[in-house]
């Protein structure tokens, strides 16, 4: 695995220079990520609307963080659909009774990219991403969710995708020697499967959606075999750490 992923460096080095005309040397990296800024992220930015309100991005209500109390009755969405037919005392309770009342369609986030910030890197994207993913899946877990992350982004890819499969490939370059590691000590009839599963805290700045990951090993108790594991960014936006633990549960 160590030549394929050798391999992979060297053909993303190539494909580079073919792209950006430049020589691409890898830089020294301890994890295959980059820090997430959630302030700026899309997902935060405020909606324009005609009362000058935060908008949530979801439910498109708007909201004065200042009131005590908002009317409903006289608000409407950012689609100019009527909210709810009662007033909600206290700003805590607004967002559920108008989803709840009013079924508010909720909205999603815009997937375009403008010319001006498409990465240079876009057109081996998939192609990279998907010769990682092979070597994540049997032997390196350490890069399913670097790799599943820039997966999702292929169809709208833009500078910020272009650091972070770099960074992706400076700590491969840099973590060659990275082994899984197994032994067996029991018989068969004194191992059994374990289920490891875990969530971050919404990692992801374009959705805020939390990503579930899980391992399956077989353990006894001279035994511990790692068999498989995946992570994959969650379906929707968790309302609680509990609500994204439990869906990372029930994945695994």
């Not at 792209?19 to 302030?39: E, V, W």
């Not at 700003?91 to 986030?109: C, H, P």
Request: with cysteine.
């Amino acid at each position: 695995m160590e030549s394929y992923l050798t391999a992979i460096v060297k053909d993303y080095r190539d494909l580079t220079r073919d792209l950006t005309g430049h020589d691409y040397k890898c830089k020294h990296a301890s994890t295959p990520f980059l820090d997430d800024d959630h302030q700026s992220s899309l997902a935060r930015a405020p909606a324009s609307n005609p009362l000058g309100h935060p908008v949530c991005p979801w439910c498109k209500v708007p909201v004065d963080p200042n009131a005590d109390t908002l009317d409903l009755t006289k608000v409407k969405s950012t689609d100019n659909k009527s909210v709810t037919d009662r007033p909600v005392n206290g700003i805590r309770d607004t967002f559920a009774a108008a989803l709840a009342a009013a079924k508010v369609k909720k909205s999603k986030i815009v997937n375009k990219v403008s010319d001006e910030e498409k990465g240079q890197l876009q057109p081996i994207a998939a192609s990279v991403l998907m010769r990682i993913l092979y070597a994540a899946r049997y032997a390196r877990f350490d890069l399913l969710k670097a790799v599943n992350r820039l997966a999702c982004f292929v169809q709208y890819w833009d500078k910020d995708c272009d650091k972070r499969l770099s960074r992706l490939v400076d700590y491969i370059e840099f973590s060659l020697t990275k082994r899984i590691l197994g032994w067996v000590g029991n018989k068969l009839s004194e191992v059994a499967p374990h289920t490891f599963a875990d969530a971050d805290f919404a990692c992801c700045p374009r959705t805020l959606r939390f990503t579930s990951g899980g391992q399956i090993q077989l353990e006894g108790a001279h035994t511990r075999l790692p068999l498989t594991a995946r992570s994959i960014r969650q379906t929707c936006v968790a309302t609680s750490t509990p609500d994204a633990e439990l869906a990372a549960r029930t994945k695994s």
